[in-house]
């Protein structure tokens, strides 16, 4: 048996586990916008080293290409990253979803439990006989149908008989 007070506490938990997580994805949104910065810083960087390529330096050429493949690097790594926070994101709202539907109906089913406790025995009698009656109401429907199917087969039957009785007055008429 859950009680009310089981079910709020797995609420709360459930309401704090939500909240570590969006802590958490504000965590990673903060490192991501600081691999942002230092993409643009890199940049920059390489921008600069450029510039100096191109004036004709060939010393620091290895240096500007290795910068390059940093860039290109921290850029794939903070892809993949985005890529998986969001995985993890979907995986832990889907989570959170399906524990928040769980607890709300076990909310319903203790709510229903706490209202019939509270119903006098009149009302309890009556709930019970309502759904006796609602079984039996099922049961003369489709008795009721059999027996409109019975009550037709028998009135074409009738009037088959009735045709053929008129057919043989129509002959001893004729003879």
Do not use: P
Not at 29 to 47: L, N, P
Not at 107 to 121: F, I, M, P
């Amino acid at each position: 048996v859950v009680t009310r007070d089981d079910v709020e506490e797995s609420l709360k938990e459930v309401f704090q586990f939500v909240k570590d997580k969006e802590q958490l994805l504000q965590d990673l949104r903060s490192q991501i916008e600081e691999t942002k910065k230092r993409i643009s810083e890199k940049q920059r960087e390489r921008d600069y080293w450029l510039e100096y390529k191109n004036v004709g330096s060939k010393i620091h050429a290895e240096k500007i290409s290795s910068l390059e493949k940093d860039i290109a690097e921290v850029k794939y790594e903070l892809e993949r990253t985005e890529e998986y926070y969001r995985e993890a994101l979907k995986v832990v709202r889907e989570e959170n979803q399906k524990l928040f539907d769980r607890h709300m109906k076990l909310l319903s089913e203790e709510a229903l439990k706490n209202a019939v406790g509270y119903l006098d025995k009149n009302c309890r009698r009556e709930i019970e006989e309502n759904e006796w009656l609602k079984e039996e109401v099922k049961i003369y429907r489709k008795e009721e149908n059999d027996l409109k199917a019975s009550v037709q087969l028998l009135e074409e039957e009738n009037t088959s008989l009735v045709a053929k009785l008129i057919d043989i007055k129509l002959q001893h008429l004729k003879v």
